[in-house]
């Protein structure tokens, strides 16, 4: 059973920082692409950032210079630094774990910022107070 597993969500005023984590368990391999997505209130998911197994990144302009998404392949982890928030960043963050082959070929795109992963997590909330 594939379970993702998402923690480090809190509540922090305009300006502070967060680290959130992502332990994936049960996968079939490790995966060639991991990412974030948030939703926040009255909007749809989006996402966030994404890396590749080999590092490569990926990040929404609204988070570029202010969130760093890294991973440590051999134990399926993946993180997302969050610095600078900001009350438009409060969301719900969920952590996702390899795009459907079928997407990808169709976006042309190794580790897509939309929402056609396989794998995702529960969720942990971040509040930002302004």
């Known amino acids: 059973q594939v379970q993702l597993v998402e923690s480090g969500g809190g509540s922090v005023q305009a300006g502070g920082s967060l680290r959130l984590s992502c332990t994936a368990s049960g996968l079939p391999s490790s995966p060639t692409c991991m990412g974030w997505f948030r939703q926040r209130p009255g909007k749809e998911r989006e996402g966030v950032a994404t890396?590749?197994?080999?590092?490569?990144?990926a990040y929404a302009n609204s988070v570029k210079g202010r969130f760093t998404v890294s991973r440590v392949n051999a134990k399926n982890t993946l993180y997302l630094q969050m610095d600078g928030l900001e009350p438009e960043d409060t969301a719900m963050y969920y952590c996702?774990?390899?795009?459907?082959?079928?997407?990808?070929?169709?976006?042309?795109?190794?580790?897509?910022?939309?929402?056609?992963?396989?794998?995702y997590g529960q969720g942990t909330q971040v509040t930002v107070s302004s």
């Open positions: 890396i590749e197994a080999d590092g490569t990144t």
């Open positions: 996702a774990a390899d795009p459907h082959p079928a997407a990808k070929q169709a976006l042309g795109q190794h580790c897509p910022l939309s929402l056609v992963y396989i794998y």
